[in-house]
């Protein structure tokens, strides 16, 4: 049924593709490639995949934890401002104009060298059980990813409540749901359709903001790079490879965000 | 408080020098970001098929990649080439300033979003008007300069008011390369006084009121840009 109804653009074949200069480009970007393999230093590779291999997974691991968490305090901050008294829905607002006006990297280190300075100086956040957590950087960085997820997720999700018709709503009520139910099975439901485009890119956004975290001693991908940078003195070939890790990831989000995306029946007009 | 005061025990001298670079590299990264944009867009729209490719291979890498990679990248290997160019004509090497490092690399990445943005809001001019205008024999750069620009400013502002805001917090990037822009002076000052919460909250302070800032001026410039069109607000719904 999907197939059916993506199909209203020109079939994009092979041939009506590749035409001549599109050939002559490929050429040059593969002898680019194949230039930077065999030209630039790639001996240091086999000894630090390991190391890269785990800063892969934690890049991944960081991008799916704060962007599940942030949506999920995404969702109650947009009906708060879309929907909430004004009592709920002004400190969201402020909350979402705060973060989305003042830069991460700012938050991060307002939070891990800010925050982490405080902490010491009460002794009954010493004695804590939570204490052994809070002296590492992973929390901060965590946190601070989600917040700003949040942030600039709940202005997405305001936007995507609100554009719910309000005759479905009413719909709902007339088949005597509950307000729970409607939340649930009507509104949630529609308004995360509508947001899904925009959660695409904007999870492309926030996979482009996990390697703020290498500046918190967190080892992500890039901080493996820069690892390698400062240990061999080699510039380009790292920054590279890194610049391939994350076009390969972003290709995976958009895929992942398309299927999901396909199965949502629309209809074009 | 008193390690924010402008005299010399405090350090606001410091934070307010920081923030006049962040804005300049901020401006400066717009106007670039703005000129590549323009290009990319034309390229992308009126262009031979290896410009459209070309300008559809920039976009894609630039918009892929995380800003702070290509800060680096684009910084190391700026800098390598005009050392380069420079030995090639006979000068000896030199180090860029930081605030031009900054307008470069910021410019770079900001050219091919407001490509998109541009693309976009060419695309929304009714076509019959550019289509006249080639009928009454303008020159391509006549149109552009009577029709186009001033027809797709009021779809453009939008996108490039939020391009400027996401300029102004790409700044606090660079101090990742050592430029002394607001978050590299605040992290400096921090790491000197050991008030870190004072100064980060500060900075901030000073970034949300610039965003704040920003947002009325865009407002104005917005309504200025639509004047004459019907309102559209509350017709969609």
């Given amino acids: 049924m999907s197939e059916a109804l993506m199909d209203v653009r020109p079939k994009r074949t092979a041939t009506n593709w590749l035409k001549p200069h599109r050939i002559a480009l490929i050429a040059i970007g593969l002898a680019i490639v194949l230039a930077s393999i065999f030209l630039m230093r790639w001996d240091w590779l086999p000894q630090y995949m390991p190391l890269a291999i785990q800063g892969i997974w934690r890049t991944i691991w960081l991008l799916v934890v704060t962007s599940v968490l942030g949506i999920s305090l995404a969702i109650p901050l947009g009906l708060a401002q879309a929907a909430g008294p004004a009592w709920l829905a002004a400190p969201a607002k402020a909350f979402c104009t705060i973060i989305r006006g003042t830069p991460l990297l700012l938050q991060l280190w307002l939070l891990y060298y800010g925050l982490g300075s405080l902490f010491p100086q009460f002794p009954w956040i010493r004695d804590s059980f939570l204490w052994p957590y809070l002296r590492q950087a992973w929390p901060y960085g965590v946190l601070s990813l989600t917040l700003s997820y949040a942030g600039y997720e709940g202005e997405v999700m305001r936007g995507a409540f609100a554009g719910v018709p309000r005759g ?4 709902a009520r007339a088949f005597g749901m509950s307000r729970f139910t409607i939340f ?32 918190i001693t967190m080892v ?3 901080a493996v790079a ?5 240990d061999l003195f080699v510039t380009y070939e790292p920054l590279l490879l890194l610049a391939a890790v994350y076009m ?4 995976v989000i958009v895929f992942l965000f398309r299927k999901l995306e396909a199965r949502i029946p629309t209809r074009i007009g | 408080m008193g390690l924010l005061a402008l005299e010399p025990p405090g350090r606001g001298s410091f934070l307010l ?4 670079n962040s804005v300049m590299i901020a401006v400066g990264a717009t106007v670039v970001g703005l000129c590549l944009g323009v290009c990319g867009a034309w390229c992308k729209l009126y262009g031979g098929p290896v410009a459209r490719d070309l300008a559809a291979v920039y976009t894609t890498i630039v918009r892929a990649v995380p800003e702070l990679v290509l800060i680096l990248i684009l910084y190391f290997a700026g800098a390598d080439l005009l050392n380069k160019a420079l030995a090639a004509f006979g000068y000896p090497p030199t ?5 031009a490092a900054g307008i470069f690399v910021l410019g770079v990445v900001q050219g091919a979003y407001s490509t998109e943005v541009l693309r976009g809001a060419i695309l929304a001019i009714p076509q019959g008007q550019i289509e006249a205008a080639r009928a009454y024999g303008m020159s391509p750069s006549l149109i552009m300069r009577r029709i186009t620009l001033p027809a797709m400013l009021p779809f453009a502002i939008p996108g490039l008011a939020n391009l400027w805001l996401i300029a102004t917090k790409d700044t606090a990037l660079l101090a990742i390369v050592g430029v002394n822009e607001l978050t590299q002076v605040t992290r400096t000052a921090a790491g000197a ?9 500060a900075a901030g302070a000073i970034y949300l009121a610039l965003t704040l800032f920003s947002g009325a001026i865009i407002g104005r410039i917005e309504r200025w840009a639509r004047r004459g069109m019907p309102s559209v607000a509350g017709a969609g719904r």
């Fill in chain 1, 220 to 222: 992500d991908i890039y």
């Fill in chain 1, 226 to 230: 820069s690892r390698v940078r400062q």
């Fill in chain 1, 168 to 171: 479905q709503l009413e719909a």
């Fill in chain 2, 95 to 99: 180090d860029i300033p930081g605030v």
């Fill in chain 2, 17 to 20: 020098a920081g923030f006049l």
């Fill in chain 1, 248 to 251: 390969a990831i972003t290709g």
């Fill in chain 1, 184 to 215: 649930r099975r009507i509104w949630l439901k529609q308004a995360l359709h509508r947001a899904l485009p925009t959660l695409a890119g904007e999870t492309v956004l926030q996979l482009k903001a996990t390697p703020l975290v290498a500046t």
């Fill in chain 2, 193 to 201: 006084t050991k008030a870190y919460f004072t100064f980060f909250m």
